[in-house]
Structure formats: structure tokens, C-alpha cells
């Protein structure tokens, strides 16, 4: 390959079973087709699709982007690609802090693993130097403890005990700043005896041209200060995702009571406000980000995302703010997803005819990290668990991914976006809360399915290329793609659109449905629990939320197939994947 | 998404852009639908079948903006765009591609980069990925920016620092014409008068400010803010927020910042927030007026060392008559509007270069409404003494 700039031109590929390392060199028309993170390791998972999460040979990969390590603003998000253990379909997850900037400073486009260690493991990367060491040290440790227990520097990737006792929503954790929280991902690395990944790196990122990237950059970071959202006194920068509590809550659309209501009431005691006086937070950020939405208190626990803050809250009843910063923290040195675990917790509380607020939602969670008491059982999520009690409707999830804080009865683009996404509940895939709720880029009707199956079906391929990118869904709420293509631009050298990343995205987002569809999803899976088309939401102040009519959201899902260029079952056809250029016989 | 694209096709006419029989108006979402029939539709759906967007708009405009946005097309010799320096644009759109033909090719190349693109003596077309809205506001942003550009460097021509090639007098006049025309014609006024008693009377007021703030023609729909302060409550308009359509999206913002369910307030709040805590305002009224916009971008001082930089380092005491003009960025920041305004705006009113007029009043909208008006008027006859144009 001739010069490249942005990416380095180098995959590091572990083999865990024999201790060996090689470097994959991939065409730089790979890297212009899939551009990096989600996309590049979606590339690299169509060979192993029809393999089981635990099968040995399944990668587990850490994917960067082009921007990441250079001026680029908010670009150094590391992309998670496997399979995933508690919904069967694609698993992938994203996380800020330092560990992608690391990796590409260290000379790495990506990680891929494949195979098992004898035992338990770690791998440290210093730039081209990559050696596999014992664990066995760290076995059972949390993530804080296995951070103190390793050598200073760099970056690591770790999981805790949650995911050595199979927790099937475990996280990996990165350097206790940022968690790749859904899917489970944790579960795979530790199915591989790894317990950390340490990687330091000491090189520069190439840039094409810096003097663009540095007008590029400009372009960002004034549209980033144009948003209230992001940069407005109330704004992510201010008080973290916290700041969405407030604003959800009064749209009636908080999920209480295992989503039997969508208000609870008293939210203003329970606030990013509340947290800011009675913890006086200290911000802290992911590298070469300005936005900073993340808080830690005096005791270095993290001040939790609004996930956290509304279904430990809301969802189970709770009153107690720091019952909230205990379940958060027990979630992120055990290692595992705060959405899932305590979606879960309220999925048990409804099925056991425990009244809200009545559960011991500490000692529940560390039940789940051990796997002993009610965690042996509910370590599996809500699905299997509302399914080993003869009541599989109260799981609140999609394809086996708990709900997170955004009641679909609420917001009809977010409801459609749930059921699509292909790793299950997810608002990211298509972050319809932008235009939803925060009015971005401009507000739509939250309240019908009207124009939605393609605003989603954009969405999700605009997305996908953001993870492709690397860059951070945040900022986002201020740049476009015409911003970022400018930046990338300067950095690699070479001519992107805007509407290039979106097809790329299209075409990640296609080859996610392909895997799926290989491994049985259909249109079946693309649904949300019945009590969504049969029960009410909580209505009041003037907002009427009333059950979703299963007919639109039947016709709207139909639309969305047909513009998705998939047939009416949901499945992949020949036409489309030949139109992409996938590389999948059908 | 019908009801959609009838009410933005009418927007573009009340708002004197576009002749009521001219919006070209596709929505899309499995199925493409129009506003009407036209010869022009078979071009604009290979455009939709090759980009991912579910709205295009395409329009013929009204004068002035006819003979402006064609005059500066003919002479877009950069690169075929057009590239103003107020903050609509430096923000939003960048620049604005010009194409010479109307074709899907030429169309998509442009909208593969940028939200809008003006077709030589024909019109413009803009897209949106989520409402025919998105495709509206960036039409109003083209004609907005245009205008302003083109006013701008006539005056530098008359002055003798650039000169325009053909007959830009005529086309200056006749926009000078037609703006004396409605500004002249506004007699409406606030009729809401405080001091507000509840927050009920204080949203209604708002609503109303907002609407006669659109309705006077005074400035675009989507650009601009109103808030006022009751108890300790900023009631504000959410961030791109019609001014004429501010029913069911104007959040209570305490002062304290005790709940944050306003983060969809504009993004001026913490200027307008700045602004009460400074002065004796009980209301604000944010607009962008054309020729307050255009006033604040003139300077003569060629040899200055931020010239080109003006938005964000000016450091001259400037005024239009009593008016102060400040630097500043949209939002927060060291040289965001929200530090750099507040202290400026101790009197009726302020402008912001390149950007747009904040003017309060103390008791209701009747003074701020007054205030814009007053303010804008005064720029006009400024510009026309200083181009000639009497």
C-alpha cells in the first residue's frame, strides 16, 4: 500500500490459543468502503457470522478511526465488534476515554482476537512490542482493582467479576472513565480468559493536510458552541447526560415501574441539579474532546449517566440518590451494563409482585456480580429470567436488550428505532431523541409515525458511519456530516461527502441484518413488547400518552423494510447486497 | 409529511420569497409525494434516489432576492460558490454552491456536500433527512445571506474599496424600494402589557411578541429568540423555534438552574439569562433584521488587524447612533454572545455583528417591539445616506 494518511495500515490480529500475534494489512479501499471502527469490524465479522459467541474462533475486536488521535474534536471512541451473548444477534458497543487514541498512537487501525487463552490473561501493546502475560493474579478482582493492580500508563481495557461469573450484560471497562456498556461484549473477552488489554502508544497520527483540519476543527467546535444541548449552561457540558432527567420527565416519558407508568413523580429532587449540590462533581472527558460529560465526586465514583439516574430511580421505585451512586458504582467495578441490570432488577420486582421502591437493589446487584442468591438466575437478563417464570411479556426488551430510559409510548420515531435497531433496545442506532425531544436538527412530532420509517432508516446509516468514523454521537447534536467530511478530508487526503459516509453507513447497517439474518432474526424480532400497544403511558399537564397503535407501528415497521431494501420478512435480498457491494453470497 | 410540505410551500410565500404558484415541494418517505405537478419533477427524483434525504424543495424566488441571487451567481468565480460572512452562514451553511444547469448530476454533486444550492436564473433547492422544515430554513438562510452579502459589498463598492462588475445600483435600488415599502407599512404593536401577573400572561405575551415579530416582515420566521423574566422564571423559546409559531415551545427556565428541562431553550438563553441579571429588562426580543445586520458589517477601517476576523475580535468601541455593536459567536465561550453581549446591552438595544439585534423593555414587548422596529428603520436610512441610495 502506498502512503496513507489517518489510518495506519495495520490491524494487530491475536491469537489467544497459541500466544501469537500477526499484522493484517488491509486495501485502502477496505478502509475508504468501511472507513474504521463499527464499519471495519463489521467487515471483519461477515467470516465469522455463523459462529456461536463462545465458539473460540469468534473475534473479539477494538476498532479506531480515521480522525482518531489527530485535531479532529471529539473523534476517539473505540468501537467493540463480536457477537453478542445476551441477544444472539451482532454485538457491539462503543466507549470514550483514551484506550483509541492509545491504540492508534501505538501504530494500530484495530485489535482483533480470536481463540482462548490456557488462563487467564493479560495482553500489553507498546506501539509494535505486544507480549501475553498471566492474570491469574487479577482473577476475581474488580475493574478499579485490576486498574491499581496493573502498570501505570497508556490505556487499558479491562472487565470485572461480573463478566468471570456470566454476567450475560457485562461490560468492558476502560480505564474506569467509559464503559462499552450494551451487548454484553465483557462476557466474550472473558469467555477468552482475557481479564485486560494494556496498550501504550508513543506515535503520531499522520494528517494529510493540518492547516484544513485545523479550519475543519473551527467549523466544529463554533456549531459545538452554537448548542445549547451540548454547550448551554443547562447543557451536556454542564452537568453531564444527567441533564436529560428533567427534560424526559417532563415530557412523560420516564419508563417507571418496569414501564408500567411513564411519570414518577418527584423528579426534581432526583436531578443533574441535585447530584451538582449534593456532590459537587469534578468534570472529566474522553482525549481531545472539549465537551467533557463526565463527573466523578470527592470519592472518585462516578456521577451516573441519565440511564442510570432514571431506571434506578424511576424504574424501580427508588427514592434514595445515593442508593443511585451505589448501583452505579457497583455496576462499574463489577463490570456491567447499568440499563440491563437494573431493568432487570424491575423486570423481577413486577413478576415477584415487589412494590416499587421495596427492593433491595444493592445487595440484588452484587447477588448478579457473584452469581449467587437471586443473581444465579437473573445474571441471564430479563429475558430468560421473565422466561423461566412463565411470564415472558414483562421482559421490557427488544430481541433480549433491556429498554433504556426513553418510554417508546413517548416519542413513535424511538419506538420504530428500538424495534429495527439490529443489537436490540437501542436509542443510539437512529438517536431519534435529537429531533424527537432536543429538537435537532429540527423538532418532528414526536406523537406519530408520519415520514419516520425513513427519517430512521437515514438515521441509523448516519450513525453507523459516526461509529465508523470514531467520532462521539454528542457532538453530533451541533456538527453534521458536512463538518466531518471536511475534517476527513484534511486528514486522509481523500475526496469524502457527506453522502459517501451515509452510504457506508447503509452499508454497515445492511451487513449488521445480513449476520442477523444468518443467525434466524426476522421480522419477529423487530417488535417491542405487547404492553406498549395495549397499555397507556402516564398522561397529564396537557400531554396525552396513550397506547401505540399496533397498526401504524405495523405499516410504519412495513415502510421501513421497503425503504431498507429489505423484503417484507425483514430478511436481506440479493438486489441490495449486490447494490452495496457487500461481500455475502445469500 | 403532506401536511407538512402545504404549510412550508406557504410559508415561502407569506414570507414574500417565493409567488404562491412556484414551491416545488417533495416529501418522501416509502413513497415520494409533491405539492404539485411539474416537468421538473423526473430531475429532482433521480436527485432523491441517489442521496439519503426525505425532503426537496425547489423554488423560483421573489425580487429582490431574484435579481440579487443571480447577480451574485454570475459572479460566483470561486470555486462556483457564493460565500457570505454573516453567522448564518459562516455556522451553518459555510458557503453556497452555484450551478449553471439544472441537472440530477450537478444537483447531487452539490447537495452531496451542503444543504443547499442555488441554480443560475432559475432558483434554489435545499434538502432536509428529517422535515421539509430543514429544507425551508436553509431556502430563508440562502435568500437571508444572499441579501446581505450583496447589500454588503455594494456599499464597498460605492465606497471604492471593491469594485462589482455590471449594474448592481439598479439591482440596490430596487431592493432599497421594496423594503421602504413594508417597513413603512407596519402598524401593529404588542397589545399585551405588563407587568406580567402570571407565567400564563407571560407565555401569552411571548407568543404574541413572536408573532408580530415575523408578521412585520421584519425578520425571518425561524431566526431569532423572545424571552421575559417572571419571578424567578426566564420564560424563553425553545431552540429553532418559529417566532410565529411559539405556542407549546417556550420553556420555563429558573434562574437558578435548579431543574434543566429547559436544555431546549435557545441557545442564547445564558445570554439572555446575563442580560436580566445586568440590566432592568423584563423582556428581550432577538431578531435579525436585514439592515441591522447589514449596518453591523460595515467598517472603514481597511488597514485594521482583525479585519476578516471582526465576528470574534473587534475591539472598537462601535455604535450605530446609540446602538452598540459587538463581536460574538453564537452561544457560550470567551468570545460567544453570551459574554460579550450582556455587558453592551445596557440601553434599548445592541447589535451583533453579522448576526442579528437584541432590543428589551422593561415592563412588556410594547418597548422592546418598538425598540427592534425604531432600530431597524434607523439602520435603513443609515445605509442609505452612506451608499447614496436616497
Not at chain 1, 489517518?6 to 490480529?13: A, H, N, R
Amino acid at each position: 500500500m502506498g502512503k496513507i494518511y489517518g489510518w495506519t495500515g495495520k490491524i494487530l490480529k491475536i491469537d489467544l490459543n497459541s500466544g501469537t500475534y500477526s499484522i493484517i494489512s488491509p486495501d485502502k479501499n477496505i478502509y475508504i468502503k468501511y472507513i474504521g471502527g463499527r464499519g471495519l469490524g463489521l467487515y471483519y465479522m461477515l467470516s465469522s457470522a455463523h459462529l456461536h459467541w463462545q465458539n473460540p474462533e469468534m473475534p473479539l475486536m477494538f476498532m479506531t478511526g480515521p480522525l482518531t488521535g489527530t485535531e479532529s474534536p471529539s473523534s476517539g471512541i473505540i468501537s467493540i465488534t463480536t457477537m453478542s451473548p445476551l441477544t444472539g444477534t451482532i454485538g457491539d458497543a462503543t466507549a470514550g476515554g483514551k484506550f483509541a487514541t492509545e491504540l492508534k498512537k501505538a501504530g494500530w487501525d484495530g485489535i482483533i482476537i480470536t481463540g482462548k487463552a490456557p488462563e487467564l490473561s493479560i495482553i500489553t501493546i507498546e506501539n509494535s512490542n505486544v507480549k501475553i502475560y498471566s492474570a491469574l493474579h487479577l482473577k476475581g478482582k474488580s475493574t478499579k482493582e485490576t486498574l491499581a493492580l496493573t502498570n501505570n500508563g497508556g490505556s487499558k481495557a479491562v472487565i470485572g467479576p461480573a463478566a468471570e461469573n456470566g454476567v450475560l450484560f457485562s461490560t468492558i471497562d476502560f480505564d474506569n472513565e467509559d464503559t462499552a456498556g450494551r451487548n454484553g461484549t465483557g462476557l466474550v473477552m472473558a469467555d477468552k480468559n482475557l481479564k485486560c488489554i494494556h496498550v501504550t502508544g508513543t506515535k503520531e497520527v499522520p494528517v494529510k493536510d493540518p492547516e484544513e483540519l485545523k479550519k475543519a476543527k473551527e467549523d466544529i467546535l463554533r456549531l459545538a458552541s452554537a448548542s445549547p444541548v451540548l454547550m448551554g449552561e443547562l447543557g451536556i457540558a454542564e452537568y453531564g447526560t444527567g441533564t436529560f432527567y428533567d427534560l424526559i420527565s417532563s415530557r412523560r416519558m420516564m419508563p417507571t415501574y418496569n414501564f408500567r407508568s411513564t411519570f414518577f413523580p418527584g423528579t426534581e429532587k432526583l436531578n443533574a441539579y441535585t447530584y451538582k449540590q449534593k456532590y459537587n462533581p469534578i468534570k472529566s472527558g474522553c482525549s481531545g474532546c472539549h465537551i467533557l460529560c463526565k463527573r466523578t465526586d470527592s470519592l472518585n465514583r462516578a456521577i451516573p449517566e441519565y440511564e442510570a439516574m432514571s431506571h434506578f430511580t424511576a424504574l424501580t421505585g427508588n427514592r434514595d440518590i445515593e442508593t443511585v451512586m451505589e448501583a452505579n458504582r457497583i455496576c462499574s467495578e463489577a463490570g456491567m451494563d447499568t440499563t440491563s441490570a437494573a431493568s432487570t432488577i424491575a423486570c423481577y420486582m413486577e413478576i415477584n409482585g415487589i412494590p416499587p421502591g421495596k427492593v433491595e437493589i444493592l445487595k440484588l446487584l452484587n447477588d448478579i456480580t457473584s452469581s449467587t442468591g437471586e443473581g444465579e438466575l437473573l445474571k441471564s437478563g430479563s429475558r430468560k429470567y421473565a422466561a423461566l417464570k412463565g411470564r415472558p411479556e414483562l421482559s421490557m426488551s427488544v430481541k433480549g436488550l433491556e429498554i433504556p430510559a426513553y418510554d417508546p409510548r413517548g416519542a413513535y420515531g424511538m419506538a420504530l428505532a428500538y424495534a429495527t435497531s439490529t443489537r436490540g433496545a437501542c436509542h443510539l442506532r437512529a438517536f431519534p431523541l435529537s429531533h424527537e425531544i432536543l429538537r435537532k436538527p429540527v423538532a418532528t412530532d414526536r406523537f406519530t409515525f408520519s415520514g419516520k420509517a425513513r427519517i430512521i432508516k437515514i438515521a441509523e446509516d448516519l450513525n453507523a458511519a459516526i461509529d465508523s468514523i470514531t467520532a462521539c454521537r454528542f457532538i453530533f447534536f451541533a456538527a453534521t456530516m458536512e463538518e466531518y467530511a471536511k475534517a476527513l478530508i484534511a486528514v486522509t487526503g481523500i475526496n469524502f461527502t457527506g453522502q459517501d459516509f451515509l452510504l457506508s453507513g447503509e452499508r454497515t447497517c445492511y451487513t449488521e441484518r445480513i449476520i442477523n439474518y444468518t443467525k434466524g432474526f426476522t421480522s419477529t424480532d423487530d417488535d417491542l413488547p405487547e404492553r406498549f400497544f395495549t397499555e397507556a403511558g402516564t398522561s397529564g399537564e396537557g400531554i396525552e400518552i396513550p397506547p401505540i397503535s399496533r397498526k401504524d407501528f405495523l405499516e410504519a415497521r412495513t415502510r421501513y423494510y421497503k425503504i431498507r431494501g429489505l423484503a417484507p420478512e425483514g430478511s436481506p435480498t440479493k438486489e441490495k447486497i449486490k447494490e452495496l457491494k457487500i461481500e455475502w453470497n445469500l | 409529511m403532506e401536511s407538512l410540505i402545504i404549510k412550508y410551500s406557504n410559508k415561502l410565500v407569506s414570507q414574500k420569497l417565493c409567488n404562491p404558484e412556484d414551491p416545488l415541494f417533495g416529501g418522501i418517505d416509502d413513497t415520494i409525494i409533491w405539492n404539485r405537478e411539474s416537468r421538473d419533477i423526473p430531475v429532482l427524483e433521480e436527485v432523491i434516489a441517489s442521496l439519503n434525504i426525505n425532503t426537496i424543495l425547489y423554488s423560483p424566488v421573489k425580487e429582490p432576492y431574484k435579481s440579487i441571487i443571480n447577480y451574485l451567481a454570475e459572479n460566483s468565480t470561486i470555486n462556483n460558490t457564493i460565500s457570505p460572512d454573516d453567522t448564518e452562514t459562516r455556522t451553518f451553511l459555510h458557503d453556497i454552491p452555484v450551478s449553471h444547469v439544472f441537472n440530477s448530476d450537478s444537483i447531487i454533486e452539490a447537495l452531496n456536500k451542503r444543504k443547499g444550492l442555488i441554480i443560475k436564473d432559475k432558483g434554489i433547492i435545499t434538502c432536509g433527512t428529517v422535515s421539509p422544515e430543514q429544507a425551508f430554513v436553509t431556502f430563508s438562510s440562502i435568500c437571508f445571506s444572499c441579501f446581505v452579502k450583496f447589500m454588503t459589498d455594494f456599499y464597498y463598492h460605492k465606497t471604492g474599496v471593491i469594485k462589482l462588475p455590471g449594474n448592481p445600483e439598479k439591482i440596490a435600488a430596487n431592493a432599497v424600494s421594496i423594503y421602504e415599502k413594508f417597513i413603512s407599512g407596519i402598524k401593529d404593536q404588542p397589545l399585551i402589557t405588563g407587568p406580567f401577573q402570571s407565567s400564563d400572561d407571560t407565555i401569552a405575551a411571548i407568543i404574541e411578541a413572536g408573532l408580530l415579530t415575523v408578521k412585520s416582515g421584519m425578520v425571518d420566521s425561524f431566526f431569532g429568540n423572545v424571552s421575559a423574566k417572571f419571578k424567578d422564571i426566564i420564560f424563553i423559546s425553545q431552540t429553532g423555534s418559529s417566532l410565529d409559531e411559539l405556542a407549546g415551545t417556550i420553556d420555563p427556565c429558573p434562574v437558578d438552574n435548579s431543574t434543566s428541562n429547559a436544555i431546549t431553550s435557545s441557545s442564547e438563553f445564558s445570554a439572555h439569562k446575563s442580560i436580566y441579571r445586568l440590566s432592568r429588562a423584563a423582556t428581550i426580543l432577538h431578531g435579525h433584521p436585514r439592515f441591522s445586520v447589514i449596518i453591523s458589517m460595515l467598517c472603514d477601517d481597511m488597514n485594521c488587524a482583525n479585519r476578516g476576523l471582526c465576528h470574534i475580535n473587534c475591539s472598537k468601541e462601535r455604535f450605530m447612533q446609540d446602538i452598540p455593536i459587538v463581536p460574538g459567536e453564537v452561544g457560550t465561550g470567551e468570545k460567544g454572545i453570551a459574554t460579550t453581549l450582556p455587558p453592551a446591552l445596557k440601553g434599548r438595544g445592541a447589535i451583533v455583528y453579522g448576526h442579528g439585534l437584541f432590543t428589551t423593555g422593561t415592563k412588556d414587548f410594547k418597548e422592546a417591539f418598538f425598540n427592534l422596529l425604531d432600530i431597524e428603520k434607523k439602520a435603513f436610512i443609515e445605509y442609505r445616506e452612506r451608499t447614496g441610495l436616497l
